[in-house]
């Protein structure tokens, strides 16, 4: 995470970074103080993943940081937002307010909501499964309403505080460590379908590669006096030809 942010800041090519840029840095480096902080948890009472993806619905699905331990499973979703921040649990979207300027955005509990149900396909419902809503320390949470219980809205400031807020442990040792590993699996087996999809995406840019454009026919190495190069297999009825 850290060089891809740094590739964006430090670009040599375009030295002004455009507003999508801007937003890219500014949200990944709000994970990245997240991942600082969760790393103050004790390491043998808490469990910590970042930046994972997992399947969901045929598609996938990214969760910012997910803390398995034996006080509960915490599913955290970064909103590096500032400015005021005007919310209801129920409600489909959310308002920012700087100034006099005005933005609505997804609602983040929903949007956690689906996070959650996407862990539960993989470690299975009936779990201690908190969501934790996390804005920056710029931003002031001005009219938040939630009623479940196991919703939280906070300030960055208050992360590590609200996690460590709840002592009663409601899942063994045996049970942290099945969750946290079917997880991992999961993303490993992600990242094997990714791989395999690029291999196929290239399996198949090379067969077109192999096709004539102009007559469909196969097309074979060849070398010539300025070195190799694919030539139509109809020649000399056709002349195509592409440097290597």
């Given at each position: 995470?850290?060089?891809?942010?740094?590739?964006?800041i430090?670009k040599?090519?375009k030295?002004?970074l455009?507003k999508?840029?801007?937003?890219e840095?500014k949200?990944?480096?709000?994970?990245?103080?997240?991942?600082?902080?969760?790393?103050?948890?004790e390491?043998?009472?808490?469990r910590?993943?970042?930046n994972?993806?997992?399947p969901n619905?045929?598609?996938?699905?990214?969760?910012d940081?997910?803390?398995?331990?034996?006080?509960?499973i915490f599913?955290?979703?970064n909103?590096?937002?500032?400015?005021?921040?005007?919310g209801s649990?129920?409600?489909?979207?959310?308002?920012?307010?700087?100034?006099k300027?005005?933005?609505?955005?997804?609602?983040?509990?929903?949007?956690?909501?689906?996070?959650?149900?996407?862990?539960?396909?993989?470690?299975?419902t009936?779990?201690?499964?908190?969501?934790?809503?996390?804005?920056?320390?710029?931003?002031l949470?001005?009219?938040?309403?939630i009623?479940?219980?196991?919703?939280?809205?906070?300030?960055?400031?208050?992360?590590?505080?609200t996690?460590?807020?709840?002592?009663?442990?409601?899942?063994?040792?045996?049970?942290?460590?099945?969750y946290?590993?079917?997880?991992?699996s999961?993303?490993?087996?992600?990242?094997?379908?990714?791989k395999?999809?690029?291999?196929?995406?290239?399996?198949?840019?090379?067969?077109?590669?192999?096709?004539?454009?102009?007559?469909?026919?196969?097309?074979?190495?060849?070398s010539?006096?300025?070195?190799?190069?694919?030539?139509?297999?109809?020649?000399p009825?056709?002349k195509?030809?592409y440097?290597l």
């Open positions: 995470m850290i060089k891809s942010i740094l590739n964006k430090f040599e090519d030295p002004n455009s999508q840029d801007k937003v840095i949200g990944s480096l709000g994970e990245l103080r997240q991942e600082f902080r969760l790393d103050r948890l390491r043998n009472k808490y910590v993943i970042s994972i993806i997992i619905k045929g598609k996938t699905t990214q969760i940081h997910l803390v398995i331990s034996n006080y509960g599913v955290i979703e909103k590096n937002f500032i400015g005021d921040i005007y649990e129920y409600d489909k979207t959310w308002t920012q307010v700087i100034g300027s005005r933005n609505i955005f997804y609602n983040p509990v929903a949007q956690n909501y689906g996070h959650i149900k996407a862990l539960e396909n993989i470690i299975g009936g779990k201690e499964i908190y969501s934790i809503i996390v804005f920056g320390d710029k931003s949470l001005k009219k938040i309403d009623s479940s219980n196991n919703v939280k809205v906070i300030n960055e400031r208050d992360l590590i505080s996690i460590t807020s709840y002592t009663v442990e409601v899942l063994t040792n045996e049970e942290v460590k099945e946290l590993n079917k997880v991992l999961s993303m490993a087996s992600i990242r094997q379908d990714i395999s999809h690029i291999k196929n995406i290239k399996s198949t840019l090379e067969d077109k590669n192999k096709i004539c454009p102009k007559c469909n026919s196969e097309l074979v190495k060849r010539g006096k300025y070195g190799e190069f694919l030539g139509c297999k109809s020649y009825k056709c195509y030809t440097k």
